[in-house]
């Protein structure tokens, strides 16, 4: 069976385009896959977190993995920092990265512009998502196009690492999503939808209220023209909408536009909002039954016992391929 791995950090609220573009589709993989669904806390130290902000946020994420329907049965679901040996392979795969490669990563040049100073976590935090990916033998890694850097980089430090020492890592796939992948802003619809958006009103999250939801819909940015279509060039904003409301219901785009043909915007965004409340409810319901339960912490303590199992492992093969240590007689 091939392995998945995946990771969110636990920064701000969990939204519709995190929801539709990553967490909704993990859920079929963990029935076909070996899946490994990762909390990870250690990038989102890269810029300062507050420390009760973090911890609150990553319990929360924890159980919104649950509440959209991943099964601690057939999925490893574990944070980051809870398995060591995140840090050391990171520590690893940082000695055979080499400064330009890391310097040409584009979310490197996007959030060290302009600053004075940055962290060097944020220049040196690629080696850590690869050390995230190859310390399972991942085949796959579900990502946006956005990431695919990302993962040419592991595929690198990877080969990288097998020809120089010994030939130990998986080399990864992308996987990239066929929809769905970039739900984009619903006020700015050229704009990926973004948690860190200062914009509250360009978002949904997956705990807004019922009356959040119906206002966020209604103000989405459409057009003048008032026909409701897919064209994403001359129409992002209800191309978008379309879309979310496709993915959300499991209809075609083409039957949504002969549904809303010679009917305004209005009522397509109603429907569509109903449509947001619905799906999202059920989660809803089960994150707050889950959040501050037992089960959640006890679900957290097995993930991290397993993945340390097997992340282990792959650990003392790279010491020993690189030759820290010692053997013993």
Known sequence: ???????????????????????????????????????????????????????????????????????????????????????????????????????????????????EAVSAGLLTYPPLMAADILLYKTNLVPVGEDQKQHIELTRNLAERFNNKYNDIFTIPEPMIPKVGARIMSLQEPTKKMSKSDPNQKSFITLLDSEKQIEKKIKSAVTDSEGIVKFDVENKPGVSNLLAIYSILENVSITSLEEKYQGKGYGEFKGDLAEVVKNALLPIQERYYNLIDSKELDDILDQGADKANKVAIKMIKKMEKAMGLGRVKK
């Open 1 to 115: 069976m091939e392995t998945i791995f995946s990771g969110i950090q636990p920064t701000g609220n969990v939204t519709l385009g995190n929801y539709i573009g990553a967490m909704k589709q993990f859920v079929p993989l963990q029935n076909d896959y070996e899946c490994y669904f990762c909390i990870v806390d250690q990038h989102a130290i890269t810029v300062y977190q507050d420390r009760l902000e973090l911890r609150k946020n990553i319990k929360s994420l924890a159980a919104l993995y649950l509440s959209v329907g991943l099964d601690p049965e057939k999925a490893t679901i574990f944070v980051q920092s809870e398995v060591p040996a995140h840090a050391q392979a990171a520590w690893m795969m940082q000695c055979i990265a080499y400064i330009g490669e890391l310097e040409r990563m584009t979310q490197f040049k996007d959030k060290s512009k302009g600053k």
